[in-house]
Structures are given as C-alpha cells and as structure tokens.
C-alpha cells in the first residue's frame, strides 16, 4: 500500500515562512509527478505545486510563484514544499499527492492525474 505522510504545517505569522515534508513509501519511482494541493475552509481543492520525480521540471499556481519552491530528495523518497512570503490567504490544508506516470503542463496541475494522497497538514497564516 503507498503511503504518503506530510508533516510541518503549524501557525504562523504573515510574511514568516514554513516547510512542508512528504515522505513516501511503497512507490517506485520514474517519470511519475509529485504534487502538492491546498484546501481552504469552503473552498474546492486546487494545485499549487508539482515536480518530476526524474528531472528538474517543475509547475506552480500563479497565486505561489515566486514564493513557494517545490523540491525531492531521491534518496529520502521527500518531496517538499518551502513556503516563504506566507499570507493568510494561504491558510489551508495541504495536500501531498502522487502520480503513477508523467505530466507535462495542464495535466500537472489536474487533481485527476494523481492517484495517490496524502492525510493533510494544516498551515494557518495570521495577519
């Protein structure tokens, strides 16, 4: 069974900055996509960052760029997400997420593509 497990959400204020970690196990990696997706209370779920397991490609939301960097380390099998410049716009549940094969462009930031998902971890931004 894969198992995703993220960890580092918590509180903190806007303009500080947090690291998100998703470690995974069970999965074989290749060309697959990793991504993480954010829920805000009342909100639907939408994409916010992803990367190729076996290369340096890599897909952010606009609301993010220029913020958050997605990164992995291949042999931790950890997939993060540094956020700096926090707002509180950027509170929600974060969600680790899996592929079984590659993405390019538009289909990266579909939830569809993913077939595996993590529990959630909560970041709350106060203003």
């Known amino acids: 069974q894969v198992q995703l497990v993220e960890s580092g959400g918590g509180l903190v204020q806007a303009g500080g900055s947090l690291t998100l970690s998703c470690a995974v196990s069970?999965?074989?990696?290749?060309?697959?996509?990793m991504g993480w997706f954010r829920q805000a209370p009342g909100k639907d779920r939408e994409f916010v960052a992803a990367?190729?397991?076996?290369?340096?490609?890599?897909y952010y939301a606009d609301s993010v760029k220029g913020r958050f960097t997605i990164s992995r380390d291949n042999a931790k099998n950890t997939v993060y997400l540094q956020m700096n410049s926090l707002k509180p716009e950027d509170t929600a549940d974060y969600y680790c997420?899996?592929?079984?094969?590659?993405?390019?462009?538009?289909?990266?930031?579909?939830?569809?593509?993913?077939?595996?998902w993590g529990q959630g971890t909560q970041v709350t931004v106060s203003s």
């Open positions: 069970r999965l074989s990696f290749g060309s697959n996509a």
């Open positions: 990367i190729i397991w076996s290369d340096t490609k890599s």
């Open positions: 997420a899996a592929s079984l094969r590659y993405c390019a462009g538009y289909e990266c930031y579909q939830s569809t593509h993913y077939k595996f």
